[in-house]
């Protein structure tokens, strides 16, 4: 079965530092996998998203995720973080058996201090 | 989003009570979702519906009924509410014709609590 894992339940950076988000993944095949964030008070955004090409997938907001195959890893990354970034953020991952349905991870609560 | 809707935004009730939380979308998406929110569970799919005459259960689907009365409209029941229903709702829609199609698009949620 698919599945994403978010080991961080929280980040803490300081603004203008860079910042890393956490997942890996667990599927058998491809994984076409996602990032979400949820500002408060409000439902899920979609961030980005990796299905095929370039490791490196450029999202919102000045955000990026690396796909690594060898380490089943999908971090979500920003080179300057700003305290309006702070946000509860998703991994998620397609559920091959299922088409449009998402797996979602645990999340992950990134906190950014002035 | 404000193309995806959710009435009622908060909700009080007590166990035993049945109610309806209601979703609305003006996006014309076939597919439409429902969802709770947990803290350190993340989101668990409840129904999904990929048309007016598709309903599907999802991971935690027992408690709980829907209804797609139309394409826009797709609401969430609980028939007789216990404690540990009490979380964050939210409805999400998605087209696969969308040039993104994976990509889910979610209303405000519904905060319920249940006593």
């Known amino acids: 079965a698919q599945s994403v894992a978010q080991p961080e339940d929280q980040v803490n950076v300081a603004e203008g530092n860079p910042l890393t988000v956490k997942c890996t993944y667990s599927?058998?095949?491809?994984?076409?996998l996602f990032w979400y964030v949820q500002y408060p008070n409000r439902g899920l955004q979609f961030l980005l998203k990796y299905i095929t090409g370039d490791n490196l997938v450029k999202g919102s907001y000045g955000f990026e995720a690396e796909f690594n195959k060898s380490q089943t890893s999908f971090h979500l990354k920003k080179p300057s973080a700003l305290v309006s970034d702070s946000a509860l953020y998703f991994c998620?991952?397609?559920?091959?058996?299922?088409?449009?349905?998402?797996?979602f991870g645990t999340g992950t609560r990134l906190q950014v201090f002035p | 989003d404000a193309d995806v809707t959710q009435t009622p935004r908060n909700r009080i009730t007590k166990t035993g009570k049945r109610i309806m939380l209601e979703c609305s979308q003006t996006?014309?998406?076939?597919?439409m979702y429902w969802y709770r929110q947990d803290p350190g569970l993340g989101l668990r799919l409840i129904y999904y519906?990929?048309?007016?005459?598709?309903?599907n259960k999802g991971e935690i689907s027992d408690g709980y009924s829907v209804s797609r009365q139309a394409q826009a409209k797709f609401s969430l029941s609980l028939e007789s509410a216990i404690p540990n229903q009490t979380a964050l709702y939210f409805c999400?829609?998605?087209?696969?014709?969308?040039?993104?199609?994976?990509?889910?698009?979610f209303g405000p949620g519904t905060r319920l609590t249940v006593l």
């Open positions: 999400a829609t998605s087209d696969p014709k969308w040039q993104i199609k994976d990509e889910q698009f």
């Open positions: 599927v058998s095949g491809n994984p076409y």
């Open positions: 998620a991952v397609r559920d091959m058996a299922g088409a449009d349905k998402l797996i």
């Open positions: 519906s990929f048309d007016v005459k598709d309903i």
């Open positions: 996006k014309g998406h076939d597919r």
